[in-house]
């Protein structure tokens, strides 16, 4: 015999307190851990900032414009990605655009919350439906990260058999990653997640079958999707040719990846302290001075971070004075 629905309800809703209760202090443990890992990847490092310093000024200005141009290409990338989520042709200036206001907003909420925002009230603005609009939202970044973790997973075994280590791996590094698998699977198992994980495949999963068969839609997704990792990493090794380093390219495209990954998993924007103390660790592991590793990832920041955050202010400005968000 059938329950009555209020019977059959209890047992989510007594978990659902649980749970509740649970996620702020799962949320304030990545943090702490994320910023554990900061500090002890950068604190030894302190010393040799001066010196990076120096090396960022003496950096070779043809290979710095090259660093340069790539800094942009994610963002031509990401607007490709877009495109393929959204079923309606969009002008790509004004995606773009899009893209590069977001620059500016990624500083003022974590883990890109207001570029998620500020590109569905553009799609909003911009007559697709609301419901196409935070569907097509979530789609690109569901497939962002998962090109990101395709790229890793494809180059990963490639580097590891062009690579000899300078030295062992850190002492702490399996320590953090059976911490950080711990908690990952306490989120995933817990009833919110749960509740959550099947809201996500409801908005996203008609919007993949519309892509997946549309051939045109379905390669700017996943191309451009791809391209944002790649060329963000790109970016990495130019700013290591610009300051005369030299380090296998496939090497520090896995090694960039996988310190990104890591960054994804904290609260900070765009994963400063743990993917920068990652990445540094990682360069000097390869043998890469440790002044000079410092020196690329300050530039990488200066060129893809810092940089960016001014003309990402104007555009979002003009955008907002033409009424497109």
Do not use: K
């Not at 959204?86 to 003022?108: C, D, E, K, M, S």
């Not at 939202?137 to 569901?142: C, F, L, P």
């Not at 809201?199 to 549309?214: H, K, S, Y």
């Amino acid at each position: 015999m059938r329950q009555p629905p209020a019977l059959a309800a209890a047992p989510d809703g007594a978990s659902r307190p649980a749970a509740e209760r649970w996620r702020p202090w799962l949320r304030a443990t990545l943090l702490l851990t994320g910023l554990v890992v900061a500090v002890r990847l950068l604190a030894p490092q302190a010393e040799e900032v001066p010196a990076s310093l120096t090396a960022i000024l003496d950096a070779h200005p043809g290979w710095l414009v090259v660093a340069v141009g790539l800094a942009f290409l994610p963002y031509l990338a990401a607007a490709l990605a877009l495109q393929g989520a959204v079923p309606q042709r969009l002008p790509y200036r004004h995606l773009t655009q899009i893209q590069v206001a977001g620059a500016f907003a990624t500083v003022i909420a974590p883990a890109g919350l207001a570029t998620l925002a500020l590109t569905a009230r553009y799609l909003d603005r911009a007559g697709v439906p609301r419901a196409q609009a935070v569907a097509a939202v979530a789609t690109a970044r569901i497939a962002t990260t998962a090109g990101h973790l395709l790229l890793l997973v494809l180059l990963a075994p490639i580097a590891l058999d062009h690579v000899t280590l300078n030295a062992p791996p850190p002492h702490w590094l399996l320590p953090a990653t059976a911490t950080a698998t711990g908690i990952a699977t306490i989120l995933r198992r817990s009833p919110t997640a749960r509740a959550r994980t099947a809201t996500l495949n409801a908005w996203i999963g008609d919007p993949l079958r519309q892509v997946a068969p549309n051939g045109p839609r379905a390669g700017l997704l996943a191309g451009g999707s791809m391209a944002i990792s790649a060329t963000r990493a790109m970016t990495l090794y130019a700013c290591l040719l610009t300051l005369g380093a030299q380090a296998p390219l496939l090497v520090v495209i896995a090694l960039f990846l996988t310190a990104e990954a890591a960054g994804m998993l904290t609260t900070s924007p765009a994963g400063l302290g743990v993917m920068d103390g990652i990445a540094i660790t990682g360069l000097a592991t390869l043998g890469v001075a440790t002044a000079t590793a410092i020196a690329a990832i300050l530039l990488f920041r200066l060129l893809t971070f810092w940089t960016p955050i001014i003309p990402g202010a104007l555009t979002l400005w003009r955008l907002h004075h033409h009424r497109l968000v």
